[in-house]
């Protein structure tokens, strides 16, 4: 089943307990966009990934083990948005967001010490990413993490 046919539902049980992060104040800054019931759908979703183990170069579509890229085409993938399969290849999609104007749903970008783009994460609202990190498999982090802060590279929006 596709995340628009669940979209109304879980966006008002996630807003309306207050489950995202804190409430209405998590949505961003001012001068972000609204995040939409697609978008909030996508989040709920991903959430449901949590602690599932990292694996690089795992499957497009396994869901047992994800690297950054997997997990992101996957969960997008179920909104119905085909996103390519590495982060690189991603981080040309989309319109560009700038940092302090990021919604739920926008993808993040940095860098590795091996690639100017090696990771991509969904963000999360309230200055947090969902992401499949090699330590922790499929977590939520601050973006103010000294390590992800120093090597942000861009966001970008596709819903």
Request: proline content about 3%; hydrophobic content about 45%; aromatic content about 10%.
């Amino acid at each position: 089943m596709k995340i628009r046919n669940l979209v109304k539902p879980v966006a008002a049980v996630v807003v309306a307990a207050g489950l995202f992060f804190g409430g209405a104040s998590a949505l961003g800054t001012s001068k972000a966009s609204a995040a939409t019931p697609e978008s909030l759908a996508l989040l709920s979703l991903g959430k449901q990934y949590i602690g599932t183990p990292y694996r690089f170069g795992a499957a497009s579509g396994l869901t047992s083990a994800f690297d950054c890229s997997s997990f992101v085409q996957y969960i997008f993938s179920k909104e119905g948005t085909k996103l390519p399969r590495t982060a690189a290849a991603m981080a040309a999609k989309g319109q560009k967001v700038s940092k302090g104007s990021l919604s739920v749903g926008d993808l993040i970008f940095y860098n590795s010490s091996s690639n100017w783009i090696g990771h991509v994460a969904i963000y999360a609202g309230a200055g947090k990413i969902l992401h499949a990190s090699t330590s922790k498999g499929v977590t939520i982090t601050s973006m103010d993490n000294s390590y992800w802060k120093a090597r942000y590279v861009t966001a970008k929006r596709i819903l």
